[in-house]
């Protein structure tokens, strides 16, 4: 079965710029979850859509944004790119029902650079 | 959500076995103790939970001691693979639909032949 996918693999963009970030979950999986991780850090929670509503909001500014369409995909995009937003976008799924609670399934990230 | 403490970094030989402690001292009740693992340019991965006692599965144990104050995560016999970095989560168990996990810095585990 295929895992969490992200594309895509790295992003190079300038100050200023808008980035969108795209997401699949493993297949059954209603859950999606943002991370940011910057280097030397551990992943900071970004958003969750369960069902396609937002369930949960990190300590992000309006710059962030994200949604989740029917198919429970989901997009992650940056306004206005700071220098600071360079960073491992991670995705992760998951869904009621899992053996083990909190845990969930992420992909291999998303590289973004701002130059 | 409960805060965790754990060692910033251990260095290990292949062949030993290597146990990471995890301080998380505000731990409520509902809460339970996750640990993922996480290799470079790669997302996180779990490896094991639980919630008092002793669990373990074919990748690693976890200690729980009855107060829960704390946990460790014993990895027997790593090899060059295990070279990775460990996080110790605490968090509310149950599905609410909204269970972002919290990260720490984690624990860099480094292996050497």
């Known amino acids: 079965d295929a895992g969490v996918t992200q594309s895509p693999t790295h992003l190079i963009k300038t100050r200023g710029q808008q980035v969108t970030l795209r997401c699949s979950p493993i297949?059954?999986?209603?859950?999606v979850s943002w991370y940011q991780q910057v280097l030397g850090q551990g992943p900071q929670f970004i958003f969750q859509?369960?069902?396609?509503?937002?369930?949960g909001r990190g300590n992000f500014p309006d710059r962030f944004s994200a949604r989740q369409f029917p198919n429970y995909s989901s997009e992650l995009n940056v306004n206005a790119l700071l220098l600071g937003d360079s960073a491992l976008y991670l995705c992760?799924?998951?869904?009621?029902?899992?053996?083990?609670?909190?845990?969930?399934?992420f992909g291999p990230g998303t590289r973004l650079t701002v130059l | 959500l409960a805060k965790t403490t754990q060692p910033i970094s251990m260095d290990s030989y292949e062949g030993q076995e290597v146990n990471i402690t995890c301080s998380h001292n505000?731990?409520?009740?509902?809460?339970?103790i996750t640990w993922y693992q996480q290799f470079p340019s790669q997302g996180p991965r779990f490896i094991i939970q639980?919630?008092?006692t002793k669990v373990t599965n074919e990748v690693a144990s976890l200690f729980i001691p009855a107060d829960r104050k704390s946990s460790t995560l014993s990895l027997p016999r790593v090899s060059l693979s295990d070279t990775a970095v460990y996080y110790c989560?605490?968090?509310?168990?149950?599905?609410?639909?909204?269970?972002?996990?919290?990260f720490g810095k984690g624990t860099r585990l480094s292996v050497i032949a």
């Open positions: 989560l605490v968090g509310e168990w149950g599905w609410t639909g909204n269970t972002p996990l919290v």
């Open positions: 639980g919630y008092k």
């Open positions: 505000n731990i409520a009740t509902n809460d339970y």
């Open positions: 297949s059954g999986h209603k859950s």
């Open positions: 859509y369960y069902e396609k509503e937002e369930r």
């Open positions: 992760a799924s998951s869904t009621p029902g899992l053996a083990a609670y909190n845990e969930q399934f």
